[in-house]
């Protein structure tokens, strides 16, 4: 029988343990398998004849739907007349007990008497309203704030699906009353936006072009329907090329997982070097 020296026997050990812990520093910590998911449980109810009826799932045991349904074992293996080692199948049926009929006896009453018709509301007619507002999003954001001033000189451009109706506009012109009307004060042009009156019904594609020195924080493409007396507001974000928030920093793996791993792979080449060395001096003593 070939016998091996306690240096070699030593030396396999590391080197096993060695190559153990390298490959530990490699798996990601935190990773669990799923935890298994129980059928549910269905709610039984009673049926036309009174009888709480119950269709047996996957992973059903008599404990299971015993413990469900409010009664003891021994009372559903009476009510089903099963034995002691009776075993439950998917689509089997048990009678879970006797309760009311799931349908009410109707009882019959006067009839009511008809309400007059309710006239019918006449549906709103003429053009819709488009307000269309470019502002300054200066924490880019995405949402206008009352301090974000209006950006003039961006491309307003709205089209139909049909293509009957295509106009175009600069953003802070075309301040109408009807876009732009402040409850407690009027008429307020510096809300700015830009105003299309008498728009026929239909669906629209609105987009907006920013000028060359501002860059988008918000799409620039919306698609829009409008109906007979719609007045409809849309907000379009930009950011001055100056005012663009620094990138965000790659995500990077938390200390703690970096310092675990360092070490397990410190002590994994630690062992793999102590379990050659012992290996070679292994050899030589065995010459």
Avoid at 107 to 116: E, K, N, Q, V, Y
Avoid at 163 to 173: H, R
């Amino acid at each position: 029988m070939k016998t091996f020296s306690p240096y070699k026997l030593l030396g396999m050990l590391c080197i096993g343990l060695g190559l153990l812990f390298g490959i530990s520093s490699q798996i990601p910590a935190g990773q669990a398998a799923p935890l298994p998911q129980l059928t549910p449980f269905p709610t039984p109810t009673p049926g036309p004849d009174g009888n709480i009826i119950y269709i047996v799932q996957d992973g059903d045991t008599l404990w299971r739907v015993a413990a469900i349904s409010g009664i003891t074992v021994d009372e559903l293996r009476a009510l089903n007349n099963l034995g002691p080692d009776a075993i439950l199948t998917k689509g089997q049926t048990l009678l879970l007990g006797v309760g009311g009929p799931s349908i009410p006896t109707p009882t019959t009453g006067p009839s009511p008497t008809p309400l007059p018709a309710t006239p019918t509301a006449t549906p709103p007619s003429g053009g819709a309203t488009l307000c269309i507002l470019l502002y300054n999003d200066e924490n880019g954001d995405a949402l206008r704030q009352d301090t974000e001033s209006v950006i003039p000189g961006g491309a307003i451009s709205i089209v139909n699906r049909e293509g009957s109706v295509s106009l175009e506009a600069e953003s802070g012109t075309q301040i109408e009353e009807d876009c732009n009307f402040n409850p407690y004060t009027g008429f307020d042009p510096a809300l700015g936006f830009t105003t299309f009156l008498d728009l026929p019904p239909g669906e629209y594609n609105v987009s907006v072009a920013v000028p060359e020195d501002f860059y988008p924080t918000t799409v620039m493409n919306y698609p829009v329907t409008l109906k007979p007396g719609d007045e409809t507001y849309l907000d379009f974000g930009a950011q001055r090329a100056s005012q663009a928030p620094p990138p965000e920093d790659t995500l990077q793996p938390t200390q703690g997982s970096q310092r675990g791993s360092a070490i397990l792979g410190i002590v994994g080449g630690i062992l793999l070097a102590v379990g050659l060395l012992l290996a070679v001096l292994a050899n030589r003593m065995g010459r």
